[in-house]
């Protein structure tokens, strides 16, 4: 059974950094890729960022590169969102998501299982 587990959320004033990590579990983590999205209250869940398995660089929703950047780490099975100079904007329950297919998706649809959310809440 797949199982992604965060962790990392907080309150922290704008300008800040927070790092979010999600343990993959159940899967083979070499063979999965990542991606992070994020749902703000009343509006649709939107992609972040996101990582293939099988290479290349990871890709940003416009808003939030220069200041976000995603890493994973495979002896570990957990994949971060380093997020610095954060904005009020940027709150939100942050997802992780895990898909068998070997690119880096923006789309929701492509990601077979997701993390339960971590809260991230930035102050003005």
């Known amino acids: 059974q797949v199982q992604l587990v965060e962790s990392g959320g907080g309150l922290v004033q704008a300008g800040g950094s927070l790092r979010l990590s999600c343990v993959v579990s159940g899967r083979t983590f070499s063979r999965t890729s990542m991606g992070w999205f994020r749902q703000a209250p009343g509006k649709e869940r939107e992609f972040v960022a996101a990582?293939?398995?099988?290479?290349?660089?990871?890709i940003f929703t416009d808003s939030v590169k220069g200041r976000f950047t995603m890493s994973r780490d495979s002896g570990k099975n957990t994949v971060y969102l380093q997020m610095n100079s954060l904005k009020p904007e940027d709150t939100a329950i942050y997802y992780c998501?895990?898909?068998?297919?070997?690119?880096?998706?923006?789309?929701?649809?492509?990601?077979?299982?997701w993390g339960q959310g971590a809260q991230v809440t930035v102050s003005s």
């Open positions: 990582v293939a398995w099988s290479g290349g660089p990871e």
């Open positions: 998501a895990a898909s068998w297919l070997p690119i880096a998706s923006p789309n929701r649809e492509q990601y077979n299982y």
